[in-house]
């Protein structure tokens, strides 16, 4: 089983930046792919970013390609997601998800762990 707690929403302007993170306990972390996923009021769940089990693979919605960077460190057992230039159309609760295999994929299904979200608002 692995346990994942995000941190690092918040309220930003438009433009700004945030930095979240998912740290995971309850097994060995550096077998998992993961992935942050994201959900806005009256939308459905969408993939934002995953990498895999090494952090030598990312890949990206193209909603977010070349704004925000997906990296992992496993000596702490932590997934960031850096966000930069932060628009309105942003603004969603933030999941961390985790696979039971090294490989990644956009499909949420196919994730086994979810955190419980943190709150990401961009005022324009």
């Known amino acids: 089983q692995v346990q994942l707690v995000e941190s690092g929403g918040g309220l930003v302007q438009a433009g700004g930046s945030l930095r979240l993170f998912c740290v995971a306990s309850?097994?060995?972390?550096?077998?998992?792919?993961m992935g942050w996923f994201r959900q806005a009021p009256g939308k459905e769940r969408e993939f934002v970013a995953a990498?895999?089990?090494?952090?030598?693979?990312?890949l990206y919605a193209e909603l977010v390609k070349g704004r925000f960077t997906i990296s992992r460190d496993n000596a702490k057992n932590t997934v960031y997601l850096q966000m930069n230039s932060l628009k309105s159309d942003d603004t969603a609760v933030y999941y961390c998800?985790?696979?039971?295999?090294?490989?990644?994929?956009?499909?949420?299904?196919?994730?086994?762990?979810w955190g419980q979200g943190t709150q990401v608002t961009v005022s324009s």
């Open positions: 998800a985790a696979r039971r295999v090294p490989s990644i994929v956009v499909v949420s299904t196919e994730y086994e762990y």
């Open positions: 309850g097994r060995t972390f550096n077998n998992n792919a």
């Open positions: 990498v895999n089990w090494s952090g030598g693979t990312t």
